[in-house]
């Protein structure tokens, strides 16, 4: 299954942007779906995953300030980012863990935080 992330854009400083990802299909019960961003110039990170169940985990640069949700019945997920900082200016993907393995990835969304 193929996930595509969407709903960045330019942003201030402290505000706040909640991007999507749709899956092109259903997304299996066991996967564990990933977020991840990738700065300019820099290497694609870790953002957090989240299970079937809910189960969240979530990287310390964001913690506290993004929150993963999903809807596995209509097969998609979210990302909501509050308290943006201009360094949370990425391009973001969302990915099976498996994908993200085989180092596949589909369109990512580019979010803007201007200071």
């Known amino acids: 299954v193929q996930l595509q992330a969407s709903g960045g854009g330019l942003v201030q400083a402290g505000g706040s942007l909640r991007l999507s990802c749709a899956a092109s299909?259903?997304?299996?019960?066991?996967?564990?779906i990933g977020w991840y961003r990738q700065a300019p110039g820099k290497q694609r990170e870790f953002i957090g995953t989240i299970g079937e169940d809910g189960a969240t985990d979530y990287a310390q640069s964001i913690k506290g300030r993004f929150i993963m949700s999903q809807d596995r019945a209509k097969n998609i997920l979210y990302l909501q980012m509050n308290s943006l900082k201009p360094e949370d200016t990425a391009v973001y993907y969302c990915n099976t863990l498996y994908m993200a393995h085989l180092d596949s990835w589909g369109q990512g969304t580019l979010v803007t935080v201007s200071s």
């Open positions: 299909g259903s997304i299996p019960d066991y996967d564990i």
